[in-house]
């Protein structure tokens, strides 16, 4: 199925804006992306960007206050900002005490953030970053997690769901999201459901004697009408895409075929800062993704339908007022 979404002939209901952007920046060698990245972001959305250094200990001790930061340090930082954030992003230094992650998270729970960035560090290959992987695992709001050269406007998107309550929230405000990272641009989408031997829906449908094409058929029909149920209010076109096969192959593999400029999706657990447990399934994808991945957090997407409620309460009374 091939799918369009035209603003002029919606309901007029805006994604939620995106007013502040966290990034947090390491002094290695994913900064220079994570930068321009934050920077990309923060001009497509017109969004106040706080950038976030840990300082490290020195000969045991944490430094305490930014003018403690080393010289060198500090002239690095300095540099990097200038070379690789672009002229007009209004934005913020921090240099704080304590490991990285934890840096982030207080920043964060300080400025309520409508996006995280943090890099995947460059000399891990495959890995991701313990610092990156630990503000995946606890992060309450979305975060894009830059691998690679990011996109400055992302206009091919991947959008890999599998049917439950918890993708169609990440599906619904990661695509919201990233129309707002593209500045409102066109996005052109492709839906992906892969069926793996071990997914229930397969099982069933084995055990039913279903033939191959009857469980493509059947499995095409839910992720149309799951897409068609779904989709944002933003400006897009697109198509669903069944493929048997194991999920994270399914999703690499086309994100590598499609030439994908970002990949969103949700992670499947809940909670805070203290407690989140990420998909398996979306940590293999963040971290050996060929592009940049935006993972959406369910607190976020629950806090995302909240807002559209009350706004399709509101909107036709405004309307009736003007």
């Avoid at 997914?199 to 897409?227: C, H, N, Y």
Wanted: hydrophobic fraction near 45%; charged fraction near 20%.
């Amino acid at each position: 199925m091939t799918f369009r979404r035209d603003p002029d002939k919606l309901s007029g209901l805006a994604p939620r804006p995106v007013n502040r952007v966290l990034a947090g920046v390491a002094l290695d060698g994913s900064d220079e992306r994570v930068l321009a990245a934050a920077g990309a972001v923060s001009l497509a959305t017109g969004a106040q960007l706080t950038l976030v250094y840990a300082a490290e200990p020195v000969d045991g001790e944490w430094l305490v206050a930014a003018a403690r930061l080393p010289a060198d340090g500090n002239d690095s930082l300095t540099a990097k900002i200038e070379q690789w954030l672009p002229p007009g992003v209004r934005h913020t230094v921090e240099v704080l005490p304590g490991p990285a992650h934890r840096v982030i998270a207080e920043a964060a729970v300080r400025t309520s953030p409508d996006l995280i960035l943090v890099g995947a560090a460059a000399r891990e290959g495959k890995l991701l970053g313990s610092t990156a992987e630990r503000v995946v695992h606890k992060s309450t709001v979305p975060v894009l997690v830059v691998r690679g050269r990011f996109t400055a406007a992302p206009r091919q998107v991947l959008a890999p769901v599998d049917l439950s309550d918890l993708s169609s929230c990440g599906f619904h405000y990661g695509l919201a999201m990233a129309s707002r990272l593209a500045a409102g641009a066109e996005l052109r989408v492709v839906s992906l459901f892969a069926i793996g031997f071990l997914d229930p829906m397969s099982k069933e449908m084995r055990e039913s004697g279903w033939t191959i094409d009857e469980m493509t058929a059947r499995a095409s029909q839910k992720l149309d009408g799951f897409v068609n149920e779904h989709l944002p209010d933003v400006p897009l076109t697109g198509e669903t895409r069944v493929i048997l096969g194991p999920a994270r192959e399914s999703i690499l593999g086309a994100a590598k075929a499609d030439g994908a400029d970002l990949i969103v999706m949700s992670t499947h657990g809940y909670g805070g800062f203290e407690r989140l447990v990420l998909g398996s399934v979306a940590a293999t994808v963040v971290r050996e993704a060929p592009c940049s991945v935006l993972l959406v957090p369910p607190d976020a997407a629950f806090c995302e339908q909240i807002g559209e409620a009350v706004l399709s309460q509101t909107a036709p009374y405004r309307a009736a007022g003007s």
